[in-house]
């Protein structure tokens, strides 16, 4: 054959195959339904991540099928977004238009019904029962935030290609089951730094969306660091107009207006995700430095800072100003914030002597009651005598998380080691660092909370969270890529209970996940310590 007559069909392939790239993968699978494989129902039902406190599977299943309705129980807002929030996650693959509407009679045939009971508080402010029969589902909860978590139950029991943003011409069954469901810890977050790297509103979004699929609770924002201070303070505009200018690598950086701010803490809110603003300090604050020269002990304001060393800046521990700033600073921030804590870092400042640091986290500490908030700091404000209201994250250093403990203060787990988000996989990953060593999927999940620290009790603990600091992260893909498939791990550790734990298992249940994740376009790592489906 003359290579004439092999160019257009070359050519036409060619087209044809980038239309179907560029129609999406979900598209993709209209032509080719095998690639994402829906699983069938009960292999669904065991492949729950979170895993549920207990799970009775019953032989039958139940179908979404065109016409069915969500009901709520209770005309409020709340529940009602709760059940406007599952039918924006059934349309766009089903086809569907689900209309949400409120009764108070039993559930219909082929509906979804949604009810708050007040008189169960056993369930707690998370917890949920889901009735799977073959004619309905019925999810009750105590608390509006055992809806949304069991919402995601309902969405993880689906084929995954529910996820898809195009119709799905498939079945939609689901295994039917009794399932009661809460989680073992109060704490189960994800922590951004947005300073090293600035991300947009849409990428943070994305975060939370993808944090709350698997039921975590908190997003811990590292708003300001030697590299960029990310929100706008109107008091101290400059901390954002210059010291926001930039990020690690010398890029254009960015802030969060005040109103951007607002619209992720609502945002959240909608996904039952409280937000934990952090400014560090003292140390680890060059961008404020360089922004005022006042708060420089010399009055001269450094240059701003793109490298990643870290333990050279420090405020002034000494000057007047130094306070009234941090006074503005948080007071904005609390107006700002619904939730009710204030992280203000404490970690890696090593010029000022012992007493002088533990003198300033007690003005601090001060200052963020004041607002009526508790705060939270790095293991390293243990060094000061603390209110058993404040609460300790662990990260590196075993003798000051116990310090705290003995002081009465609880401890969010986040042991680097294990927890680091932004450590690499293996040596063959390419982003992320290795100072607290390599974190396959495997490392990421196998910890408890409990025991990785000795002289602590289960008591002690407020729960888990995984820090993704940004050094090396630059866009939605890189998170996206360090995130998954760690997070549902962490997520995991926050809510199931640890009897019967094991990796073999979970890695299993992990495998059948995957699917899920090219629904959603995630850009997760494909360890080969799983096997995904
Ligand atoms: C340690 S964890 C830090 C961060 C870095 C991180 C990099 C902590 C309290 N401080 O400033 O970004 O390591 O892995």
Redesign the pocket.
């Known amino acids: 054959m003359s290579s004439g007559n092999n160019y257009p069909w070359v050519q036409r392939l060619i087209i044809v195959l980038s239309c179907l790239i560029l129609s999406g993968i979900c598209n993709l699978q209209t032509l080719h339904a095998a690639s994402i494989n829906n699983l069938n129902p009960k292999l669904r039902l065991l492949s729950l991540i979170p895993k549920p406190t207990s799970v009775k599977p019953t032989p039958s299943v139940f179908k979404l099928t065109k016409g069915m309705k969500i009901y709520v129980n209770n005309n409020s807002d709340d529940i009602t977004a709760i059940g406007e929030f599952l039918a924006a996650k059934l349309n766009p693959a089903t086809g569907y238009e689900i209309p949400v509407q409120t009764t108070s009679n039993p559930p219909l045939n082929g509906s979804i019904y949604l009810a708050i009971v007040n008189e169960d508080p056993s369930l707690g402010e998370e917890g949920y029962d889901l009735s799977i029969n073959k004619n309905n589902i019925i999810l009750t909860a105590f608390r509006p935030a055992g809806l949304f978590r069991g919402i995601q139950t309902i969405r993880q029991l689906l084929p995954p290609r529910i996820e898809c943003a195009t119709v799905q011409r498939i079945s939609w069954d689901i295994q039917t089951a009794t399932i009661k469901d809460y989680p073992r810890f109060e704490w189960r977050g994800a922590m951004l730094?947005v300073a090293?790297h600035f991300f947009k509103v849409s990428d943070v979004k994305r975060f939370i969306e993808l944090m709350s699929y698997y039921k975590m609770n908190r997003l811990h924002l590292h708003l300001s660091?030697d590299q960029g201070w990310r929100i706008m303070i109107n008091s101290w505009p400059n901390l954002a107009i210059h010291g926001g200018s930039t990020a690690v690598g010398g890029g254009s950086g960015g802030y969060y207006t005040q109103a951007e701010y607002t619209e992720i803490v609502a945002y959240a809110q909608a996904h039952y995700i409280t937000v934990i603003p952090e400014i560090?300090m003292p140390g680890?604050t060059n961008a404020a430095l360089s922004s005022y020269p006042e708060l420089n002990a010399n009055g001269v304001a450094p240059p701003l800072y793109t490298g990643?060393k870290?333990g050279f800046s420090s405020l002034t521990l000494d000057k007047a100003i130094t306070y009234d700033f941090i006074n503005d600073v948080i007071k904005e921030i609390a107006a700002l914030t619904p939730g009710p804590y204030i992280h203000i870092?404490g970690?890696?400042v090593f010029s000022p002597s012992h007493s002088d640091y533990a003198s300033f986290i007690t003005r601090v500490q001060n200052i963020v009651q004041s607002y009526g908030k508790r705060m939270i700091g790095?293991e390293e404000i243990a060094r000061s005598p603390l209110s058993s209201s404040s609460i300790a994250?662990h990260?590196?250093n075993a003798e000051l998380a116990r310090t705290a403990v003995k002081q009465g203060v609880k401890v969010i787990m986040?042991p680097?080691p294990k927890a680091?988000m932004?450590?690499m996989y293996n040596y063959s990953t390419r982003l992320g660092?290795t100072?607290?060593g390599f974190i396959d999927v495997k490392d990421a999940y196998g910890w408890d909370p409990v025991t990785r620290l000795s002289g602590i009790a289960e008591s002690d603990v407020l729960g888990v969270e995984a820090?993704l600091?940004?050094?090396t992260i630059q866009t939605i893909d890189d998170i996206e890529h360090m995130v998954f498939p760690r997070l549902p791990g962490y997520a995991e550790i926050g809510w199931s209970l640890k009897d019967g734990k094991s990796w073999d298992e979970y890695a299993v249940r992990l495998g059948a996940h995957g699917p899920r994740w090219k629904a959603l376009d995630i850009n997760y790592y494909p360890s080969p310590q799983v096997r995904w489906k």
Do not use: L
């Open positions: 730094d090293r660091d560090d680890h990643i870290v870092g970690d890696e790095w994250q990260w590196n986040s680097a680091y932004d450590m660092q100072w607290a820090p600091w940004t050094e």
